[in-house]
């Protein structure tokens, strides 16, 4: 007979607070109904939730381990603001994912899931840019991710993407131009009919020079717009 003593009853509505308000603020963070840099007011979130601010902390917990909420020496807690310290480490585990998913895709048995949302990325891309574009994007590259059918990779790969989406509503959309759109429609069409072909190296290079172009035109934000053009005083223009 078992004399152990009874595991204690988990606490069902302390953890799906702490789950809700985990997905609540990290969707809130990402796609930056809350800015970067905002301090994060637990006794408000344990009201908005109406829960103890136990699960609000846990949930925080969970955020930071993310690099999504930093707490600070006075135990308050912030959004941290936008760094580009490590892009190029970023873009290199993002191009290296994306090369590993597409020659997963490939060879995926059922690739007529693709087609759908590729024309409504198209079309995103084509009459509304930005937020609905990005959405419309995130969800062909996670079925991409989800047709390799590599559990271990596509944990990380959907993280990577998710990291990025703050990037590309600050720094992408707002400086492509027409021609930037028009080039990333036509690729990715390219794209995803090499896919179909199951042309795994055609796929591989479409991608890669996508992502290529992709950083040029968030690194084309950084650039002073009007600064150096200034004349000094006593120069004439």
Not at 75 to 81: E, F, L, M
Not at 181 to 208: E, G, P
Not at 212 to 224: G, T, V
């Amino acid at each position: 007979m078992d004399s152990s003593p009874p595991l204690p009853a988990p606490k069902p509505k302390a953890q799906r607070g702490a789950i809700q308000v985990y997905e609540t603020l990290r969707d809130d963070i990402l796609w930056l109904r809350i800015a970067p840099g905002t301090a994060i007011d637990e006794v408000a979130l344990a009201t908005r939730f109406d829960i103890s601010r136990t699960p609000v902390r846990e949930a925080l917990m969970l955020l930071a381990g993310e690099q999504l909420v930093v707490f600070l020496p006075n135990r308050t807690s912030i959004v941290p603001p936008l760094s580009l310290h490590n892009m190029g480490e970023y873009m290199d585990m993002y191009l290296l994912l994306s090369r590993a998913v597409v020659r997963g895709a490939v060879l995926a048995a059922d690739l007529s899931p693709l087609q759908p949302p590729l024309d409504d990325l198209l079309a995103h891309l084509e009459t509304a840019p930005g937020e609905p574009a990005l959405r419309a994007e995130l969800a062909l590259r996670r079925l991409l991710g989800d047709l390799a059918n590599n559990s271990f990779q596509n944990r990380f790969y959907r993280q990577i993407l998710d990291m990025g989406i703050r990037s590309k509503i600050l720094h992408f959309f707002p400086n492509a131009k027409p021609a930037d759109l028009a080039a990333i429609r036509l690729s990715w069409a390219q794209f995803i009919d090499a896919i179909l072909r199951r042309d795994a190296t055609a796929a591989d290079q479409i991608i890669t020079r996508m992502l290529l172009a992709e950083n040029e035109i968030i690194l084309r934000s950084l650039h002073p717009r009007f600064g150096h053009d200034l004349p000094l005083q006593g120069e004439t223009t």
